[in-house]
């Protein structure tokens, strides 16, 4: 599919949307208006998955780009997207969720349709744009302009402590990336004066050509690492996620589940490894622990829950840390599995949490005491999250098996990490998945009827089916056919674990002449890398 700027259209469409949004006049034409411009949307950004080809490099340049100079001359700093076998996923599970949520929101939303429809738009866009952008700075703004949405949507349309969980959610992000931005700035110029004779620059492949200091890596990598771990969240900055969770509506939980906590993990990838390579072996075995620690602990806190929807958030701090472990383990497999699982999250817990926001609707409440024997009553909700709990506690043949399979693999054998005790605590989190889930399950849906309202419950409607069949199809295909989804990312993953080891090796070579040693390039500690890949130097 060859349609010129098509990135930039996926990126910028549901904003343009907004006109028709508020052009429209009736309750009805709003959601209309607002289902167009994501499904249209969504139908465009599958162009982005048949234009990519995974077997032309992106080590120089992203395909399917878009470049424009944003800023005067004297800074390099411009409008620059493109499409990788990174953020490809990514970008179609967002597009994907888009129409999902607004037909989520179709009966939920009572109040101020014109203002929450356009909020969600905005959010689409921003969201979008992040995964696509190869500026930092562009990243950055396209990152902050996230928060603006999600507040109003929280804050407006949220439950009775939404003003509290609205600002502790920007509150949280905003401190992580304002660190960011300092460390942005500073890397800017230190890049600059080093590969770009000397201007400042924000440019995705100049940042990542730059050697830098060992010493400044370090403390950079910590401001960067603080604002993504931030934003996943990595225990023990998780607190502001139950929060908003449970007081957002069931379109902002989709939305912040599936999508916006992958900008952490995104982040984590994208940036701190390729830019500070040797602080991210460094800090590799200390971040894996806070993972372990996080997959442990959200599920133990899950299984204390009697909300569901708080059940559900924090198995969020559960699943994000095999992530985060996959990450870290710097090795394909894990890496791979966790690009994987990032999407596979995203599907499963979205799932979910529209699952939960249509028991509310029905029942106005989130108490498992409060429900009980429902199976009966609604045989097919019962049958959709039965599926989806099962895909979520990695069930083989259901998506979620495939990235924490990977996961674990990978963190096994991985050289830097070095930890097969780690690795053997992180998998009882599969184990302990399993036991809140089913738990939930039970006490939710099997039982005896204790209250007449259950027995008199509806079953889904047309539209509700509607919206969960795709990501019932996913959960299948993913867990039965990952292949596909696999091929797209892996080559870039290669490109990326052997930038990081090309560039590990310069900067002990340079430390070491700086300091007037010898110079080898083989006294340096062997980490595993993958097969060779050509790099090619800017």
Known sequence: MNIPHITSIVIFLPAAGIILTLLARTETQ?????????????????????????????????????????????????YFVGIDGLNLLLILLTTLLGPIVILSSWTYIQKNHKAYYTLLLILQTGVTGVFASFDMLLFYVFFELTLIPMYFIIG????????????????????????????LISLGYLAGDAVNAGVFTTDWFKLASFVMPMESQRWLFLLFALAFAIKVPLFPFHTWLPDAH??????????????????????????????????????????????????????????????????????????????????????????????????????????????????YERRHTREMADFGGIAK?????????????????????????????????????????????????????????????????????????????????????MREIGLLVPLFLLMIIMGLAPGPFLRKSEPAVRDLLQRVEVKRIAVIMMEADRKGLATDFFSAPVRESPPAVKIVSK
């Open 30 to 78: 709003i959601k209309w208006a607002a289902l167009l411009a994501t499904s249209v949307t969504f139908l465009l950004s599958l162009g982005l998955y048949i234009g990519f080809d995974p077997s032309v490099s992106t080590v120089d340049a992203p395909q399917l780009s878009d470049v424009a100079q944003w800023f005067p001359t004297s800074f390099d700093v411009k």
């Open 156 to 183: 407006l349309w949220g439950g009775e402590n939404r003003i509290y969980a609205a600002l502790k959610f920007v509150l949280y992000t905003l401190v992580g990336s304002l660190l960011m931005l300092v460390a």
């Open 246 to 359: 449970v007081q957002a509506p069931t379109g902002g939980s989709v939305v912040l589940a599936g999508v916006l906590l992958k900008m952490g993990t995104y982040g984590l990838v994208r940036f701190c490894l390729p830019f500070f390579p040797n602080a991210t072996i460094a800090y590799a075995p200390w971040i894996a622990v806070l993972a372990v620690i996080g997959i442990v602990y959200g599920a133990l806190v899950s299984r204390a829950q009697t909300d569901i929807k708080k059940l559900v958030a924090y198995s969020s701090v559960s699943h994000l840390g095999f992530v985060v472990l996959g990450i870290f383990a710097l090795n394909v497999e894990a890496m791979q599995g966790a690009m994987i699982q990032m999407v596979n999250h995203g599907i499963s817990t979205g799932a979910m949490f529209l699952i939960v926001g249509m028991l």
């Open 377 to 461: 009553s609604v045989p097919i909700l019962s049958f959709f999250m039965i599926f989806t709990v099962l895909a979520s506690a990695g069930l083989p043949g259901l998506n979620g098996f495939v990235g924490e399979f990977l996961i674990l693999i990978g963190a096994f054998k991985s050289t830097v990490l070095n930890s097969p005790i780690l690795v053997a605590v992180a998998t009882t989190g599969v184990i302990l998945s399993a036991i809140y889930l089913l738990y939930m399950v039970y006490e939710t849906f099997w039982g005896k009827i204790t209250d007449e309202k259950n027995s008199r419950m509806p079953d889904l409607n």
